[in-house]
Nanobody, 114 residues
Framework: QVQLVESGGGLVQAGGSLRLSCAAS????????MGWYRQAPGKQRELVAT???????NYADSVKGRSSISRDNAKNTVYLQMNSLKPEDTAVYYC????????WGQGTQVTVSS
């Protein structure tokens, strides 16, 4: 079992930046592929970005060039830096950890005003 706690969401104006953090409970955090997903009202949950245990990253086209995922294995924490935010980035952002099973955090709300 892995417990994930997200933080860093909030209200920001279009063009602004936010950094989301996700702290994991397990000491073997470094072995997990970590990811950020988001779900807007009335829409399905979608991938934002992932980072493997080896540091390889993958981004959704919608955030590529505007977002950066990183991890600090010493702190059991993964980050999502989001820049040039748009109103369409408004969603609940979820952290996920996957080794065999995928574990989810509770989510943090990001609202981008126009």
């Amino acid at each position: 079992q892995v417990q994930l706690v997200e933080s860093g969401g909030g209200l920001v104006q279009a063009g602004g930046s936010l950094r989301l953090s996700c702290a994991a409970s397990r000491s073997i955090f470094s072995q997990y592929t970590m990811g950020w997903y988001r779900q807007a009202p009335g829409k399905q949950r979608e991938l934002v970005a992932t980072i493997t245990s080896g540091g390889s990253t993958n981004y959704a086209d919608s955030v590529k060039g505007r977002s950066s995922i990183s991890r600090d294995n010493a702190k059991n924490t993964v980050y999502l830096q989001m820049n040039s935010l748009k109103p369409e980035d408004t969603a609940v952002y979820y952290c996920a950890a996957q080794l065999v099973l995928r574990y989810w955090g509770q989510g943090t709300q990001v609202t981008v005003s126009s």
